[in-house]
């Protein structure tokens, strides 16, 4: 064999060992990527669920808002007539 032919041979070794790091490299990176996507998702049901909660804890909010200012006008109804009975 001359030289010649051995550098080709050289850059074609070293040429087919950039493309396996190159492909290692991207098996990787599609593996975080997967990973990734995996607890995007994961996240976008958690935060799903807390919008839910908080949601539901504002309705809640207002209902019991209701129910004191029903309670309040009860309240002052039942003074009104009890001042009433007393007043004869």
Not at 17 to 32: D, F, N
Not at 36 to 59: D, F, G, I, P, V
Not at 62 to 69: I, K, M, T, V
């Amino acid at each position: 064999m001359s030289d010649e032919e051995t550098i080709p041979k050289a850059r074609l070794d070293a040429e087919i060992a950039k493309r396996k790091a190159a492909e290692e490299q991207i098996s990787t990176l599609q593996g975080q990527l997967t990973e990734a996507q995996a607890t995007a998702a994961s996240a976008a049901k958690e935060l799903e669920r807390a919008q839910s909660h908080a949601e539901r804890a504002s309705k809640l909010e207002s209902d019991l808002e209701s129910l004191r200012g029903e309670l309040d006008k009860t309240r002052a109804q039942g003074q009104a007539h009890a001042a009433m009975l007393e007043a004869g």
